[in-house]
C-alpha cells in the first residue's frame, strides 16, 4: 500500500491521547483538516509536534497580516529548499486564499504581477531585502525552514495519490474546497497552552511580545532536546559546520560531509551525518543513512534528530532573514 511516511509509523487520529490529541483538535479546527502528513509524522514526538504546530498556527494561520503574502512566503521559502510536498500544498493553500493566478504564476516560476508580492516573493526565496516585513512573515519563512526539512526528511514527495498535486486542475478545486478555513482568522495564541509546559528560549527581537514569537521561543528549546542523542564531539562538529553555512545548498557528492565529520569519532558518525543532512540537504537523506543510524531506535528518538538538524538550520536561517527585513506594522 502506498505512503507517504518514509520512517515513522504515525500516531493516527483515533488513536490519540494527551497532547498529540489536542494538537490533531486544534489543527481539524483551525486548518480544516483532521490529517495532514506533515504533522502526522512527527506525532511519535509530542512535544515537536505541538511546538511545531505553535509555530505554524501564530505565524502563518493567525493575526493580521495578510493571508495571501504569508502564503506567498510559505511557498517561496518551500520552493528555495526544493521541498516539493509543502510546494505542492502551498499552491493549492494559495489558490484557497482565490488567488488562483497568483497560485499558478508562482508555481509556474513566474513572479507575481502583484509589485509587494513579487517582492515578498523575491524575500522568501532569496533573501533580497525592500519589502516590509512583519512578525507574521518572518515566523512564517522561520516555520518553513523548519517544516520543509522535516517533510524532506521523513515523507515521500507525494502529496496526493499518483502525483495528483501537479494538476493544475487539482490544485484548483483542492484550494476551493479548503477556501472558507483558509479566510478565518483564528484568535492569535490559543496554540500556546499547547506548548507552555514545555522548555523555552528567549523570545527573539523580532517576534518579542507576539504569539509568533512565544512559538518560536518553544520550538527552538523543543528541536535543540534532539542533539542530546549526539555525542560531545558530534555536536560539536553540526554545530560548527552550521554556523559556517552560507544558506545555500551544499555541492552535490559527499565531500562536504566527510570535511565536517573528520573529526568525528566512529561511533557518533552515523547520527551526526544525519543531522547534518536534515539540516543542509534533507531532500538527501537515504534509507542508509537512517539505517546506519537507528538500530532498534524508537520512531520518536527519528523525529527527534532531525529536529535538531532542522532547528539548527533554522537558527542559521534567522540570521540571514532578519538581516534582510524591513520591519514594519503589520495591523
Known sequence: METQFRYVTPVQPQAATGRVAKVYAQLADDFGMARMAVFLTLSPAPDVLAATWAMLRESLLAGNASRTAKEVVALGVSMANRCPFCVAAHTTLLHAT??????????????????????????????RGGVE???????????????????????????????????????????????????????????????ADLPARPEPAW???????????????TGAAGGELLGDVARAAVADTVAAWDGEHPPMGGAWLDAALSGVPSEERAGARLVLLAALAPYRVT?????????????????????????????????????????????
Open 133 to 195: 516585513i512583519g512578525p507574521e512573515h518572518i515566523g512564517t519563512a522561520l516555520a518553513f525552514h523548519f517544516i520543509n526539512r522535516m517533510a524532506s526528511a521523513l515523507l515521500t514527495e507525494n502529496l496526493l495519490p499518483a502525483n495528483l498535486q501537479n494538476s493544475r486542475l487539482v490544485r484548483s478545486v483542492g484550494g476551493r474546497v479548503m477556501a472558507r478555513t483558509v479566510r478565518r482568522r483564528p484568535t492569535p495564541g490559543a496554540s500556546l497552552p499547547l506548548v
Open 98 to 127: 482565490g488567488d488562483h493566478r497568483l497560485a499558478e504564476t508562482i508555481a509556474a516560476g513566474g513572479t507575481p504581477d502583484d509589485p509587494e508580492h513579487a517582492a515578498m516573493l523575491a524575500w522568501a526565496t532569496s533573501r
Open 207 to 221: 517576534g518579542a511580545g507576539t504569539a509568533a514569537g512565544a512559538a518560536y521561543a518553544a520550538l527552538r528549546a
Open 287 to 331: 534509507d542508509a543513512d537512517v539505517a546506519a543510524w537507528r538500530g532498534s531506535r524508537p520512531d520518536e528518538d527519528l523525529v527527534r534528530l532531525c529536529a535538531f538538524g532542522a532547528v539548527s538550520a533554522m537558527e542559521r536561517m534567522e540570521t540571514f532573514i532578519t538581516a534582510s527585513a524591513l520591519t514594519g506594522d503589520q495591523s
